[in-house]
């Protein structure tokens, strides 16, 4: 037995979970978005169009503003793929750094407005390593802590000498 669900929404119409919304303000798949929130994008139903300002998504509901870090000099792009990755943050500010300005260099770097420049014995996208019983080495794909004898691990924080406790 197959059961139709019909409900009405007070911007649309729902059958088994597709929405139709008709107020032209209204949008997704529940009708959920409201369109006119950023910008008085107009509804065709079951997304909104022309988002407009740094707001991309089928109800532009997401912000590409670099996080508040940054400037956005892509939006169109953002738009075309409905995603804030596919634009293009610039001169990211208050010592934050990344594709999205997503994420601070911290205590221990110093952003360039797109990368970080860490600090002696620092290294990782963002500073968040730091090389403790070894030397920062760049191998070409990156700089990596290369651990001095007896130690291991990202940062060299392991110790690999196994210590016995000998009772005479």
Request: with cysteine.
């Given at each position: 037995m ?17 929405c139709?919304c008709s107020d032209?303000?209204?949008?997704g798949?529940?009708c ?8 008085g ?6 997304s ?6 740094l707001?991309?998504g089928?109800?532009c509901?997401?912000a ?8 956005q000099i892509d939006?169109a792009?953002?738009?075309s793929?409905g995603s804030?990755?596919a634009?293009?943050c ?7 750094a990344?594709a999205l300005c ?5 205590e221990?770097?110093?952003?360039d407005g797109?990368?970080c420049?860490?600090?002696?014995s620092?290294?990782?996208e963002f500073?968040e390593?730091e090389?403790?019983n ?11 802590c290369?651990c001095?004898d007896?130690?291991s691990?990202?940062?060299c924080?392991r110790?690999t000498v196994?210590?016995y406790?000998?009772?005479?």
């Amino acid at each position: 037995m197959y059961v139709l669900s019909v409900f009405v929404s007070k911007t649309g119409e729902c059958r088994d979970g597709i929405c139709m919304c008709s107020d032209g303000i209204h949008a997704g798949t529940r009708c959920e978005g409201n369109c006119t929130d950023h910008g008085g994008a107009i509804a065709n139903g079951t997304s909104c169009a022309n988002c407009t300002g740094l707001w991309v998504g089928t109800v532009c509901k997401y912000a590409c503003d670099c996080n508040g870090h940054g400037t956005q000099i892509d939006i169109a792009a953002a738009r075309s793929a409905g995603s804030c990755s596919a634009g293009t943050c610039v001169d990211c500010t208050d010592n934050f750094a990344g594709a999205l300005c997503e994420r601070s260099c911290g205590e221990n770097g110093t952003s360039d407005g797109r990368t970080c420049t860490c600090d002696d014995s620092y290294f990782g996208e963002f500073c968040e390593y730091e090389c403790i019983n070894g030397r920062l080495w760049d191998h070409g794909q990156g700089i990596v802590c290369s651990c001095y004898d007896d130690y291991s691990g990202t940062e060299c924080d392991r110790s690999t000498v196994v210590h016995y406790d000998v009772t005479v």
